[in-house]
């Protein structure tokens, strides 16, 4: 991680990992359970700093699973899941915060009526005078607030707009930069483009790409293959709770990439039957053992 990535408050986050170029999150055979249903099993997954982490799936693939257990909603029934090399197991998302992992879903749990500014800071506001006469320092909130999403390449006119005026890819880099400035070191993403156009699609992903190059580790969870590509550095594919495909950006290309996402292994497999079907062109189906044989998961050492 550089060592000029600021934290909470603006203090620089210097030595926060044993290793600076090793893994901030690993999961190491992970799975969750709920009674008899097994949502996650045997999923092994990755997150370094400066390097995006894609990862895909359908409805039900287990992504949200995923997701609730590095950010401490849920914990893992199976498997290791380590932070900076040492075996933890979250009671509360607080104390997954506190380790440095912060989540942005897709509600952004924004207050739509309220300033930018007042939303930046919402449930972390900061006071001045004595106790207990302390008041908001507002003056002090929009100028950090401002200096933050500047520092992002944000630039917004006036910080006094509610939020909900904003659009939903501003929304999410307000959201973005919120969590950088509050200390973050790994940054899960919940869906961020999966509700905007093309336009505010590319805005989010610039920042994403700007998160990652203050030195953040990013989850990118998503079902769009081609917004994935853009910015991801490796990419796991779920299908049913299982990883399907673990692979490096080197290794694999849009097109395997979304073969993988759209259920390409069962196609192939079905390729002879769906032949048979009138009005279906199989011949850009790849074939099964193709598809089948997860990509493994390189060291990072080297990569940019």
Known sequence: ??????????AVLQDTTPDENGP?????????????????????????????????????????????????LHQHTEGDFLVDGQPVRFGTPREALDKG?????????????????????????????PWPVRRLDI?????????????MGIVLDDLEQPIGTLSGGQRQCVAIARAVYFGARVLILDEPTAALGVKQSGVVLKYIAAARDRGLGVIFITHNPHHAYMV???FSVLRLGTLELSAERSAITLEELTNHMAGGAEL????????????????????????????AQPSPEGTS
Request: hydrophobic content about 40%.
């Open 1 to 10: 991680m550089t060592s000029d990535t600021t934290g909470t408050h603006g």
């Open 24 to 72: 901030i999150v690993e999961l190491r055979g992970a799975g969750k359970s709920y009674g008899n249903i097994r949502a996650l099993h045997g999923v092994d997954l990755t997150v370094f700093p400066s390097r995006v982490t894609c990862v895909l799936g359908d409805n039900g693939a287990g992504k949200s699973t995923l997701i609730k257990i590095i950010s401490g």
């Open 101 to 129: 992992i912060a989540t942005v879903y897709q509600d952004l749990a924004t207050v739509p009526l309220m300033p930018v500014w007042r939303n930046f800071f919402l449930g972390s506001e900061m006071t001045k005078g």
């Open 139 to 151: 003056a002090r909130m929009k100028q950090t607030a401002d200096r933050e999403l500047r520092n």
């Open 232 to 234: 991801g550095d490796h």
């Open 268 to 295: 192939a497999a079905l390729k002879h039957e769906l032949a048979q079907v009138r009005g279906v062109d199989v011949e850009e189906l790849p074939e099964a053992d193709e598809l089948t044989a997860p990509v």
